[in-house]
């Protein structure tokens, strides 16, 4: 069993920036891929984007164009989601996520954070 646990969400205005946190434990840090993922009230959870163990692979969705950054540092066996130039549609409870790469391969994301939220003002 994998424990994670966010922080950083807040509100923010547009054009900010705000950094989300996620530190795992119970599994190797290393052996595990994590994500961010998004949700926002009546809209399906999508992808916001995905680090690979060794930090050498990361993808994102196409709505990040180049604002976001996923990070990680497994000394601390912590990811991190920095934001720049937020915007209103932005705003959306981030919730990270972690698997195994034999999970993953399969679609599925099997540790899940409670959720922080993120709010933009216009």
């Known amino acids: 069993q994998v424990n994670l646990v966010e922080s950083g969400g807040g509100l923010v205005q547009a054009g900010e920036s705000l950094r989300l946190s996620c530190t795992a434990s119970g599994r190797p840090f290393s052996t595990l891929i994590m994500a961010w993922f998004r949700q926002v009230p009546g809209k399906e959870r999508e992808l916001v984007a995905t680090i690979g163990g060794s930090d050498a692979y990361t993808n994102y969705g196409d709505f990040v164009q180049g604002r976001f950054t996923i990070s990680r540092d497994n000394a601390k066996a912590t990811t991190y989601l920095i934001m720049n130039n937020l915007k209103p549609v932005d705003t959306a409870v981030y919730y990270c996520?972690?698997?195994?790469?034999?999970?993953?391969?399969?679609?599925?994301?099997?540790?899940w954070g409670q959720g922080t939220r993120v709010t933009v003002s216009s």
């Open positions: 996520a972690a698997g195994t790469p034999r999970q993953v391969i399969r679609g599925n994301y099997d540790y």
